[in-house]
């Protein structure tokens, strides 16, 4: 599930960073080509999100390998700061390369 998360985040900046990228360089954009990347985006988010959801529910092999609230809590934190950076790194690189 952890892969989901990774492969979730990654579509999601790349698409919604295609998306700023059509906004910002062509003039008069049309939606058709805004609307892919930023579908792509959405896309991404959800993947995330889902597989966020369906980490928790995978059965453990014993009960010392079920995660405590806290864990998950923190699992949760590292994933969202994970996919924030990888944003905001993207999002810097695109401003920075006119």
């Known amino acids: 599930m952890m892969l989901g998360k990774v492969v979730g985040g990654v579509i999601a900046v ?24 930023a579908m792509a985006g959405g896309f991404g ?10 980490t928790p529910s995978i059965p453990a092999e014993s009960p010392a390998d079920i995660p405590t ?3 998950r809590r923190r699992t949760n934190i590292l994933a969202w700061t994970i ?15 006119r």
Do not use: K
């Not at 996919?83 to 390369?97: D, G, K, M, R, Y």
């Open 14 to 37: 790349i698409g919604f960073t295609t998306a700023v990228v059509v906004v910002t360089r062509r003039g008069n954009p049309a939606i058709a080509d805004i609307l892919p990347p």
């Open 69 to 71: 609230p806290a864990d």
């Open 83 to 97: 996919f924030a950076l990888l944003a905001a790194v993207i999002l810097i690189v695109t401003v920075l390369a």
């Open 45 to 54: 988010i959800l993947l995330f999100v889902l597989s966020s959801r369906l």
